[in-house]
C-alpha cells in the first residue's frame, strides 16, 4: 500500500470512542459536540464534490477537444492525482469525527439529522 493510501486508513483501525465511559454532558459541551458534528457535515459534503471531480479529470485524462487539444493539463491531473489521496484521507477524518459526535449525541439524547431530507430522534 502506498504511503499515502496507508496514512489515509490507517485511523481505521482505532477503536471509536466508549460510550459506558461519558460523562453526563454540560450545555457547553452538547452545544460543542453538536457544532462539531455539523461542521464535519458540512466538511464531508465539500470532501466528497472534490473527490468525485479529482476521479473525474484522473478518468477524462486522455480525452481532447474537437480541436485535439487535450481537456485537462498534464499537470492538472497529475495535481488531482496528489490531491486525491489527501482528500480521501480528509474525508475519512470527517466520517470518524461525525460517528464519534453521533455517539455522544446518542448517549446524551440530542436529536440530530439521520438523513439529509429528515429529522429524527
Not at 98 to 110: D, K, N, P, R, S
Amino acid at each position: 500500500m502506498s504511503t499515502a493510501n496507508h496514512g489515509a486508513f490507517a485511523d481505521l483501525f482505532r477503536p471509536l470512542l466508549s460510550l459506558p465511559l461519558l460523562p453526563p454532558l454540560s450545555l457547553d459541551q452538547r452545544e460543542r459536540v453538536a457544532g462539531a458534528w455539523r461542521m464535519a457535515s458540512q466538511d464531508i459534503a465539500d470532501d466528497i464534490r472534490f473527490i468525485r471531480q479529482y476521479l473525474k479529470v484522473i478518468a477524462e485524462k486522455d480525452e481532447r477537444l474537437s480541436t485535439g487539444t487535450l481537456v485537462h493539463s498534464r499537470a492538472y491531473v497529475e495535481a488531482c492525482a496528489g490531491w486525491l489521496p489527501q482528500t480521501v484521507a480528509r474525508y475519512l477524518r470527517h466520517l470518524r469525527q461525525i460517528t464519534e459526535c453521533e455517539l455522544v449525541m446518542t448517549a446524551a439524547g440530542i436529536r440530530f439529522a439521520l438523513s439529509s431530507y429528515a429529522w429524527e430522534a
